[in-house]
């Protein structure tokens, strides 16, 4: 494991993790033979990203693209997870329905539809799929700069956020508010073919639709601009009103509760605190 870099044994470790959990709850899982051999196949890429590396006469376009691999492996393992987490326990969304209760009296997303207007649903929905490029524009910016310390410090600690995040899918399962509460919605989020656009790709490409607690988009947003302004100062000034808008989408469109907002900034806190000690111990050894 020394031999590994750090963002590679962080990988290889939550994929292990993943064939334990699917070993021991197989009898659950329709399709844990079919889990497992995707998940072999990820070490076996992983590994073999890892040996190509090393080799001689490594192509161009294989040496670009081995810095950014931790990306690939994000998107596939949570891709994985809609078809394990659905089977491990049932879902908690009663009670993160009552925690949001027990905190401000009403449901949210509910209070929220007096805001509903079309122009605003739109923006608010370019506001929540730009989570999905704020990580990329950091990697990339700190990557053409040449940073390259910052870069892995920072492709590490985006990595542990995903990966930390996804544990608390497994413990939390939750659909959200958008199927939970429907029969509560009196006003609906009707707006141009942007807003439409955006769902329906968002549900085509989301293999996992237990992923509200925490919220991921809460969470990596604003790891992506604590790290944007402790190491690139000017991107985090164009990012800060982005995230805020995404983070306001999140409730705005009921993708999540607001307990799960809190939860994941508690998630991003914990990740930036524990990430870089980590990454700087791995890499002493």
Known sequence: MRRIAPTEGLTAIFLIGLILLTLIFKGQIPLWHSLILRYVILMGVLFGLKLSR???????????????????????IYESLGDLIQYLRPDIDRWLIQIDLF?????????????????????????????????????????????????HLSVFTLAFGYYLS???YILSPA???????????????EASVITDFVRDVLNALEHNKRDCMPSGHTQIALMVLWLARRYERSLFYILLPIVSALILSTVYLRYHYVIDLFVGA??????LIIAPRLYRWWEKK
């Open 175 to 189: 659909i959200g508010p958008r199927y939970t509460l429907t029969s509560f919605q009196s006003v609906p989020l």
């Open 103 to 151: 905190i401000f009296g009403v449901h949210p997303t509910v209070w929220m539809e007096r805001w509903i207007v079309p122009w605003f649903t739109d923006l608010m929905s370019l506001a929540y799929i730009s989570y999905y490029f704020l990580p990329v524009i950091l990697i990339v910016t700190l990557y053409l700069k040449g940073r390259m310390e910052t870069f």
């Open 266 to 271: 508690g998630f991003a806190a914990g990740c």
């Open 166 to 168: 996804f544990i608390g």
């Open 54 to 76: 090393g080799a001689h006469g490594m192509g161009r376009v294989s040496a670009s693209f081995y810095p950014f691999s931790p990306i690939l492996f994000v998107i596939l």
